[in-house]
């Protein structure tokens, strides 16, 4: 029995090793050594268009608007590419007009553009969730799996062929693009022994520049487009201590694939017919050879097996799984040992080594000391984050290392202090390396007691380049990136300890919120980039005017803020206010243009307008919002009547939207005669409004709110619907008559007013000559050339088109000229005064005689006598309405009134 005693403890020593699996690990790192020892070239047939900082920094935003990765894959089609795998996801909607682009980008790619769908935990970690592209943009491109299996050591070796989502098979990205699509074959382990400094790079924003030698280096080439840049996280840890990222992990795979290196273990039975011949190799030799012999034997077998390995993994694609047969070895030389060697010495010997070992291959500093925290240890990682050799610091104190005050003084930061803590507990402190400079850094304590006493053990690691980033994205979050003024939300935070200071020493703080008036326009004519020069100098004007004290933000496009205590502008908050808009007046440098830029300001106090953040940039914002509509290039401090006139509007618009939902509005209809015989022509539609509490309503209080809000479109077809439905009901009845109905800004701002006329026309059945359509000056004042089109469209319809409250606005003599109008009216307030006022009677005269030479037909409105009709017929004005022939009213009550044959004798 003893003779076979030490085959027994290696088999029992075996089956602790497969129990626990530190085969696994031992087999990973002998595969990964033989990768770093081979070396293969890959076959150039797939590049790498990397998303990297440089073309991050280049485009200048992020996240990309989708349509830049359609103009990408247009300029690809330009290279002829073979295939196109984009590693980015597509599984959520972005802006609309930019998912069509990328949409229209694949379809024209014509079906060789790989997308990529991957399974990710939901938030409760319990499920899982597939990402997949937008369903327009899976109808023209292949899908791919990008997921890849993380090992327990945190590395990357294999990869599968594909996996099913949702019950589909979906290939994975290596396999499409090698062509390779077994549904049933085990995943791979990637071969690592091909270089990735090999694989063929270039930058996105070469590609997208369209680059001639970038896209010459493309040609009949497919490529894996990803994220390569280090902030966008998509890293992956591979053997030998390498870092790739996704894109260059997926072309690994793909290489591996297309070199038909597409590795995989032995089976166990080839590792059981190993173990079988060790076990007799060393059952034969063991009382027959001396143990230094043994050792060598087993020494021998080894090498000749990592050998043999090595062979096998070069020429096929297998990979010998010796990690069993060396673990055999490692305890039959254990075992030979036993007799030989002492065994405490031997485990203290081997416990140092292994120390020895994991302290000199730590890529973080380690370092140890004695009881009186002198240096004992200093592996490689130090000497790389400090900069000292061993031999330089061992026996040195610890704390030489930590930054000094002053030169005399140690930081406040100190070993013993340090080695009080909790074992693991993580402090910073400020290093200094042999150079003199200091850093920051982090430092994991912990104490053991030694054969020697107390030993502390320090591992260590530079965050300087994590604390810079940190401030870095600390500083995007808080500013501007053009200006570099605060943002809206920095500015929300300091308002907020502003006033939260005003509560203790009862000071005011006063925000001003400052509008660019007619900045589309900079940006229209002179382009994007010269308004952001503009912007960029705003910032610098305003931040010169602003006192030490105040802040200045950019809120938005073409909006600022800036918020100062009103005790360093003298209490004086409108004279501050002139003052910013007077820093206007002279001309901004925007590169080597001189521009002019008038400014509106809002300005609100606190605590007076606003106890908080929220009110107070509300408030200021609506300050702002009278000063552009009321005062533009001006300033208007808040008042309360503006929030009250607001809320006004706000429940007019509430009813007034609920009032087209109960059908609360109706048509009155005022006559028009022919002045010379009286006779009947016409009858204008004007809407009311029948609240089911206040009755009546006057247009006079809700049209402007109408034409101003979301429903005025809607109101306005309402009025032309129900107008020529009653118009064409009349002109069934043998009534001929020109019904007129004003239009509103909406319609015209539509472009499809034209259109709608026709349709309206056709489907109430109304004669185009019947339709009379107003126009007020200001509808005409948004955009002449579109009016001057859509006019000419409804004339061709054969509808009369007349200019409404002639007389009354700045251009009325202009538009004359330029627009296509069948009439006019001459306003009320002229009419009212002709018999009193010869001025008035001068310009109704005059205009009388204007529209005849231009071949107009005039018509009165307002003739509230019999007087002024007779005055109106001398003077040559063909027709009229007005209170002397009768008031808007209901249709039926005009019909009865102006439609039956004993209304109409009496009208005679």
Not at 51 to 66: N, Y
Not at 82 to 110: K, M, W, Y
Not at 310 to 326: E, G, Y
Not at 656 to 661: D, H, K, P, T, V
Request: charged share 20%; glycine share 8%.
């Amino acid at each position: 029995m003893r003779r076979y005693r030490p085959h027994i403890f290696v088999m029992i020593a075996l089956a602790i090793v497969l129990a626990a699996g530190w085969h696994s690990s031992l087999r990973n790192v002998l595969a990964d050594l033989r990768f770093a020892w081979q070396s293969r070239q890959v076959s150039g047939d797939i590049v790498v268009i990397a998303i990297d900082a440089s073309s991050i920094d280049r485009i200048g935003v992020w996240p990309w608007p989708r349509l830049l990765h359609g103009e990408l894959i247009r300029q690809l089609q330009k290279a002829n590419v073979q295939d196109i795998a984009l590693d980015v996801d597509f599984s959520t909607p972005s802006d609309a007009s930019s998912d069509r682009n990328f949409a229209e980008a694949l379809q024209s790619a014509g079906g060789s553009v790989v997308l990529p769908s991957f399974q990710q935990p939901r938030t409760d970690r319990t499920t899982l969730h597939i990402n997949r592209p937008l369903q327009q943009f899976a109808e023209h491109s292949w899908p791919a799996v990008v997921n890849v299996e993380v090992g327990r050591d945190g590395l990357v070796r294999s990869y599968p062929f594909g996996e099913k989502l949702d019950g589909k098979f979906v290939p994975s990205m290596a396999a499409v693009l090698a062509g390779q699509y077994a549904e049933k074959r085990t995943p791979f382990l990637i071969d690592f022994s091909i270089r990735t400094a090999g694989i063929p790079k270039v930058s996105f924003a070469d590609v997208l520049s369209g680059d001639p030698a970038t896209l010459q280096k493309l040609r009949g080439k497919k490529v894996v487009i990803g994220g390569t840049a280090l902030e966008l996280g998509d890293r992956f840890s591979v053997p030998n201590g390498v870092i790739v990222s996704g894109p260059v992990l997926q072309t690994l795979a793909a290489e591996s694939l297309l070199q038909n290196r597409a590795l995989q273990w032995t089976s166990h039975v080839v590792t059981t017919a190993g173990l079988a011949l060790l076990g007799l190799l060393m059952l034969f030799s063991w009382r027959r050879l001396t143990a230094g012999k043994r050792v060598a034997l087993l020494g021998a077998t080894a090498f000749t097996l990592e050998a043999g390995a090595f062979a096998l993994q070069a020429a096929f694609p297998l990979i010998l799984d010796t990690s069993l047969l060396h673990f055999a070895i490692i305890i039959y030389v254990a075992a030979i040992a036993l007799d030989e060697i002492d065994i405490k010495d031997l485990l203290g010997r081997v416990a140092e080594s292994r120390f020895q070992r994991v302290a000199m291959s730590l890529g973080d500093g380690l370092i140890c000391t004695d009881s009186n925290y002198l240096i004992t240890v200093w592996n490689p990682g130090a000497t790389a984050i400090f900069g000292y050799l061993p031999e330089q610091m061992i026996g040195r104190p610890f704390d030489e290392i930590c930054a000094r005050d002053d030169g005399l003084a140690a930081s406040t930061f100190s070993i013993k202090n340090a080695a009080q803590l909790a074992a693991g507990s993580v402090v910073e402190f400020d290093g200094r390396r042999s150079n003199g400079e200091v850093f920051p850094v982090e430092a994991s304590f912990s104490g053991w007691q030694g054969t020697d006493g107390l030993q502390i053990g320090a591992i260590l690691r530079d965050i300087s380049v994590r604390k810079h980033e940190a401030e870095r994205v600390r500083y995007l979050a808080e500013h501007d990136t053009l200006t570099g003024l605060i943002n809206r939300d920095a500015l929300h935070v300091q308002l907020k300890a502003k006033i939260s200071s005003t509560e203790t020493d009862g000071r005011k703080v006063a925000l001003l919120v400052i509008g660019i008036d007619g900045f589309q326009q900079i940006n229209d004519m002179l382009g994007h980039t010269c308004g952001d020069l503009v912007l960029r100098a705003i910032s610098q004007r305003l931040t010169a005017a602003v006192p030490p004290a105040g802040l200045v933000a950019r809120l938005s496009g073409d909006e600022f803020a800036i918020a100062v205590p009103t005790s360093d502008i003298g209490e004086n908050l409108s004279r501050f206010a002139e003052q910013i808009g007077d820093g206007f007046d002279a001309p901004l440098l925007a590169g080597n243009r001189h521009l002019r830029v008038k400014v509106s300001i809002g300005a609100a106090v606190c605590p007076a307008d606003g106890r908080t953040a929220d009110e107070l940039l509300s408030n200021a914002h609506l300050a702002l919002s009278r000063a552009k509509a009321t005062n533009r290039g001006g300033h208007v401090l808040f008042e309360d009547s503006i929030r009250r006139e607001l809320e006004t509007r706000l429940t007019l618009e509430a009813e007034l939207a609920l009032a087209a939902e109960r059908n609360e509005f109706e048509l009155f209809y005022q006559p028009q005669f022919h002045l010379a015989d009286g006779r009947l022509i016409g009858a204008e539609a004007l809407i009311r409004w029948r609240h089911p509490v206040r009755g009546l309503v006057s247009p006079g209080e809700f049209m402007p709110v109408v034409n101003t809000s979301p429903i005025s479109e809607r109101i306005a077809e309402w009025v032309l619907q129900t107008a020529c439905t009653q118009g064409a009901a009349w002109e069934h009845a043998g009534h001929k008559l020109r019904v007129g109905v004003n239009l509103s800004p909406s319609q015209l701002e539509s472009g499809d007013l034209a259109i709608s006329v026709a349709q309206v026309l056709a489907s109430t059945g109304l004669s185009p000559t019947s339709l009379e359509l107003e126009v007020t000056e200001d509808i005409l004042l948004h955009d002449e050339q579109a009016a001057l089109n859509t006019f000419l469209e409804i004339q061709e319809l054969g509808v009369r088109l007349s200019f409404d409250d002639f007389g009354t606005g700045f251009a009325s003599l202009s538009y004359l000229k330029k627009f296509p109008l069948d009439g006019l009216k001459i306003d009320r307030s002229f009419v009212l005064g002709l018999l009193t006022n010869p001025d008035d009677a001068a310009i109704v005269s005059s205009t009388i005689g204007l529209s005849k030479q231009l071949g107009l037909s005039v018509i009165a409105e307002g003739i509230e006598d019999r007087a002024t009709a007779d005055f109106l017929v001398r003077m040559g004005c063909e027709e009229g309405q007005g209170y002397c022939f009768g008031k808007p009213m209901p249709a039926s009550e005009f019909e009865v009134k102006f439609l039956t044959a004993a209304a109409a004798a009496e009208v005679a």
